[in-house]
T-cell receptor
Framework: KQEVTQIPAALSVPEGENLVLNCSFT??????LQWFRQDPGKGLTSLLL?????REQTSGRLNASLDKSSGRSTLYIAASQPGDSATYLC???????????FGKGTRLSVIA | GAGVSQSPSNKVTEKGKDVELRCDPI?????LYWYRQSLGQGLEFLIY????????KSGLPSDRFSAERTGGSVSTLTIQRTQQEDSAVYLC???????????FGEGSRLTVL
């Protein structure tokens, strides 16, 4: 059964810093990996979807990389802003098939 | 609609009552998922519908939980004889295809007194 771990569980940084969030998964037979953002009391917002054939995906200040063989993904946030404060979750399919299995997330606080 | 729509956004009920939660997926999305998020916990998969295939019910925690999807579109999650441990946010998501990007609704917050 797929297990997803996210490190760190929480992170507090000053505005303007670049930061990296980590995600690891136990079963590398995945067809994609997805990063989400969740604001308090809200649903999840999709940030980036990386297909298994891709090494990375970029959207604005966000860059996500995928290393299937080692079971790892990183989400890089450049020039962090207070509006980036949220919980970030990564998710992968369960053993090569849906449904997605989620990590517990990294709670990010960006201090102005 | 433009996104996944869920109702009600909040539901307070008494222990033992039945509740129904509704999800209206993005038009044209063939896959629909229900997840549960308890306070301080991660997302827990409940059930998954894909087209006309039999749903994957492997995540339903007990036989008090059931879901249906009518006409390949709207889905209803029903919890019978609610218990306090059912209190959580119930999230619905849809995707265009099995391997596609998931889009979530805002969730239905259920409180069982």
């Amino acid at each position: 059964k797929q297990e997803v771990t996210q490190i760190p569980a929480a992170l507090s940084v000053p505005e303007g810093e670049n930061l990296v969030l980590n995600c690891s998964f136990t079963d590398s037979a995945i067809y994609n990996l997805q990063w989400f953002r969740q604001d308090p009391g809200k649903g999840l917002t999709s940030l980036l979807l990386i297909q298994s054939s891709q090494r990375e995906q970029t959207s604005g200040r966000l860059n996500a990389s995928l290393d299937k063989s080692s079971g790892r993904s990183t989400l890089y946030i450049a020039a962090s802003q207070p509006g980036d404060s949220a919980t970030y979750l990564c998710a992968v399919p369960n053993s090569g098939n849906t449904p997605l299995v989620f990590g517990k997330g990294t709670r990010l606080s960006v201090i102005a | 609609g433009a996104g996944v729509s869920q109702s009600p956004s909040n539901k307070v009920t008494e222990k033992g009552k039945d509740v129904e939660l509704r999800c209206d997926p993005i038009s044209g999305h063939t896959a629909l998922y229900w997840y549960r998020q308890s306070l301080g916990q991660g997302l827990e998969f409940l059930i998954y519908f894909q087209g006309n295939s039999a749903p994957d019910k492997s995540g339903l925690p007990s036989d008090r939980f059931s879901a249906e999807r009518t006409g390949g579109s709207v889905s209803t999650l029903t919890i019978q004889r609610t218990q306090q441990e059912d209190s959580a946010v119930y999230l619905c998501a849809s995707s265009l295809e099995v391997t596609g990007e998931l889009f979530f609704g805002e969730g239905s917050r259920l409180t069982v007194l």
